[in-house]
């Protein structure tokens, strides 16, 4: 009797044991097992821009909203490339090697695609965001989400046409500008450069470009050229266009240390729809800006990703999220 009880204790503890394992097995955060998490590298160009901090915070916070259901988990690693080409080649490296599920790309240089080819080499999906690479063929596991650059150039050059007199604020039948522009390796920048002075000689606007400079994406730097084109040609500059708000606001801070008004003997435009630049358009110490539409792109990119990890073929590989012009007219919709 006694050896038959024994038996049958040794066998409640085996059972026992058994449904601890199964318990271990199935916890964690909303269920999920360590082959449940998902990893994805994220490599931003530079996080002190303006634009891009907004992004990567959205990226962050889909991937948290699907963490908070429950299933599957997302764990981000966000690496800033500090706009330095070897640092960001070091950290993408690293993501190859070690093994992450897919990447979302930011690159600080766009003029060469050696970089992405070696992200392609991997065979990790990847979804490259913000900065196009021109003519690249992207593979079966990669693709680009952006904006075409060209029609944001465009745009602030329609809303400079849709002043009085076109922009020519002096009334000598020419519109005598000065030009902020962001990297020159970057598209966007040279996009924004040509086709926001396309628009208005396509549209019969004689101009003339009184100074040009680089003030590669930065605050600081754009008051910086800003302040110095201002002395050096003082009234004759009737517009200020800079290829992205960043640049703007340390154009509209020049501006008024030099006791010029926008709207009134100066005009100004950006890039971004920045919720400081929309309130400034508001107020009329902007002329307009154009939204690069940080929720949509980086909804857009997060959407690709998933479908890359799940296996899917994504046929458009260069998908576009369209630009808005921003002017006092519709400034109010884009205050956050």
Known sequence: ???????????LM?????????????????GSTSSDTVKIGVAIYQFDDNFMTLYRQNIQKYFDDLNAKGGTQYE???VD?????????????????????AMIVNLVQTS????????????IPTVFINREIADYQYGPKTCYVGADARDSGTYQGQIIYDQPNHGDLNGDGVVKYIMIMGDPENSDAKFRTEYSIKYLTDNNVAVECLYQETGMWDQAKGQELVASALNSFGDDIE????NNDGMALGAA??????????????????????????EMVKAGTMT?????????????????VLKLLAGEEITQKVNYVPYVMVTTANADQYIK
Do not use: H, W
Request: glycine fraction near 10%.
């Open 1 to 11: 009797m006694k050896k038959l009880l024994s038996i049958l204790l040794a066998v």
């Open 76 to 78: 981000l690693t966000i």
């Open 288 to 304: 307009g800006t154009v939204l690069n539409d940080d929720m949509g792109q980086a909804t857009a990119a997060c959407e690709s």
């Open 239 to 242: 517009v200020v266009f800079c």
């Open 253 to 278: 801070q020049s501006i008024s240390a030099a006791g010029r008004k926008v709207g009134e003997d100066i005009y100004l435009v950006g890039v971004d729809a920045l919720t400081e630049c929309c």
């Open 112 to 123: 060469s695609p050696a970089l992405a080819k070696a992200v392609e080499d991997s065979g």
């Open 81 to 101: 490339g500090a706009n330095d080409v070897a640092t960001q080649t070091e950290q993408v490296n690293t993501f190859i090697s070690q093994g992450v599920d």
């Open 14 to 30: 085996v059972f026992a044991l058994v449904g601890c394992g199964k318990k271990d097995d199935n916890s964690g955060n909303g």
